[in-house]
């Protein structure tokens, strides 16, 4: 049984192939239209996450399977007090795969051990992300033609975003990408990804704290938004959540072929004058995600060679 | 110096950090045990300086190496058969550990669900990291 657990699950060469698929979806949607048919995803969201699991609804509907699930823990049997095992033990009797939002990290972990179909983990707290990861990873290829040879500049919160650290971990299995991680001191990323990730691999990357100085070395920027629900305390949320926004003079220094990225949803991080610039690929990626999740499902059901 | 009886059969924990004896009686499950234990504490090593020993009377199977090389791989088990030394068993970091230590990321989700097993992978064998196998949070000793 193949699970999406985290973005490290794919070797390389698969992430090449669910990439090469989610590029044929995208040039051809409609050619996959019934590829699911008779299908169904579980989508299994123990907290709000409109954009995820809508985008996860959407590829499922586009491929030609049905959805069902529920949207927060409240209206779950989660809310009686059922575990995760027993409740992925029992959609795996009602669907063919699943995807799972839990607020706390590994508990798709505990699923996919427990369960009789695919587990993708649509993200669980501050831990991983996968799905959003593979979004990211085809938007760049998409734009750039490849995944080698640029530099990313990660700017915001780099501490909590864990969208941030999975598309670091992913990334640095390509050659030369440089990483400029750009975020206060108080949100900068964890030692781990320092220590054990970037030195420990040899890769080439710098901190620092003004996006202004570095944004003409930039190839893709990463916004990231400054999240109210991973602080413990407003007023730290209220003194931080203004320090990096991207506006037009800061997008003057950009090169003329950069791109700028996001997860989304924005608060104000991203200037909304920006949207119109060719640049911005923020819509353009919520668009891929939905590709990419088409391709992962199909791949996870092993449909992935029938088309 | 006080004198405790030799073994005529089990095994001997020797070179045990002094003072950690107790922890590892009580990790170990020790207290369950019929046979005979004993604790030293602070016995002289010319090594390293003063350690505690621990004694058991007993079979090998008493005793569960993976959570003794989790909590210090440079214990000495001694292996005793008619009052000798028969075999020196050397430790290990274990690759996987089960319900020896908890889970201290109150966001994992072993914090909520009490029925699951804590098991934590040894992921960096140099640095000696180990990390909680749902929500890899890295454990500090």
């Known amino acids: 049984m193949k699970h999406l657990l985290s973005p490290l699950d794919l070797s390389v060469a698969e992430l090449d192939d669910l990439l090469n698929l989610a590029q044929r979806i995208a040039a051809d949607p409609k050619k996959f239209s019934h590829c699911c048919d008779g299908k169904k995803l579980a989508t299994l969201?123990?907290?709000?996450?409109?954009?995820?699991?809508?985008?996860?609804?959407?590829?499922m509907l586009n491929l030609g399977g049905s959805v069902l699930g529920f949207?927060?823990?409240?209206?779950?049997?989660?809310?009686?007090?059922?575990?995760?095992?027993?409740?992925?033990?029992?959609?795996?009797?009602?669907?063919?795969?699943c995807a799972m939002r839990h607020p706390k990290e590994g508990a798709p972990t505990v699923a996919a051990s427990k369960?009789?179909?695919?587990?993708?983990?649509?993200?669980?707290?501050g831990h991983q992300h996968p799905t959003q990861t593979l979004t990211d990873l085809m938007t760049i290829r998409e734009l750039r033609g490849s995944l080698d040879n640029f530099t990313i500049g990660l700017c915001g919160d780099l501490k909590?975003?864990?969208?941030?650290h999975s598309l670091i971990h992913s990334l640095i299995r390509y050659k030369n990408v440089k990483f400029i991680l750009i975020s206060p001191k108080e949100l900068c990323v964890p030692d781990y990804i320092r220590e054990d990730v970037l030195k420990a691999n040899n890769i080439d990357f710098e901190e620092v704290e003004r996006l202004e100085d570095v944004m003409p070395q930039l190839d893709i920027l990463y916004m990231t938004r400054v999240q109210k629900e991973r602080f413990f305390n407003e007023d730290d949320y209220l003194r931080m959540k203004n320090f990096y926004i991207l506006d037009k003079p800061k997008m003057e220094l950009a090169k003329k072929d950069m791109y700028v990225l996001h997860p989304l949803p924005r608060v104000n991080e991203i200037s909304v004058e920006i949207d119109d610039d060719p640049r911005a690929a923020y819509f353009k990626q919520a668009q891929y995600g939905v590709y990419v999740r088409m391709a992962l499902i199909l791949t996870l059901l092993g449909l992935d060679k029938t088309v | 110096m006080l004198n405790i009886g030799g073994l005529n059969e089990g095994i001997v924990l020797d070179h045990i950090e002094a003072g950690k004896s107790m922890m590892i009686y009580n990790n170990l499950g020790l207290d369950k045990l019929d046979c005979c234990v004993a604790i030293i504490k602070n016995a002289r090593s010319n090594k390293m300086g003063k350690k505690d020993i621990i004694k058991i009377e007993g079979g090998l199977d008493l005793?569960?190496?993976?959570?003794?090389?989790?909590?210090?791989?440079?214990i000495t088990v001694n292996i005793i058969k008619d009052g000798k030394i028969v075999e020196k068993k050397s430790l290990s970091?274990?690759?996987?550990?089960?319900?020896?230590?908890?889970?201290?990321?109150?966001?994992?989700?072993?914090?909520?669900?009490?029925?699951?097993?804590?098991?934590?992978?040894?992921?960096?064998?140099?640095?000696?990291?180990?990390?909680?196998m749902y929500c890899e949070e890295k454990y500090n000793r």
């Not at chain 1, 007090?81 to 959609?91: A, P, Y």
């Not at chain 2, 569960?64 to 210090?72: K, P, S």
Request: hydrophobic share 35%; with cysteine; charged share 25%.
């Open chain 1, 45 to 59: 969201f123990y907290e709000p996450s409109t954009r995820t699991r809508l985008s996860f609804e959407a590829a």
């Open chain 1, 71 to 97: 949207s927060s823990a409240d209206s779950s049997s989660a809310a009686k007090g059922e575990s995760v095992s027993d409740t992925i033990r029992v959609i795996s009797c009602y669907a063919e795969i």
């Open chain 1, 115 to 125: 369960s009789g179909i695919p587990v993708i983990n649509a993200g669980d707290g």
């Open chain 1, 160 to 164: 909590f975003g864990r969208t941030v």
């Open chain 2, 63 to 74: 005793v569960d190496l993976d959570v003794l090389g989790f909590i210090d791989h440079n």
């Open chain 2, 93 to 132: 970091l274990p690759k996987k550990i089960t319900n020896v230590i908890k889970c201290k990321n109150p966001r994992c989700i072993t914090s909520i669900e009490q029925e699951l097993d804590n098991i934590f992978i040894l992921t960096d064998e140099d640095k000696q990291v180990y990390r909680c």
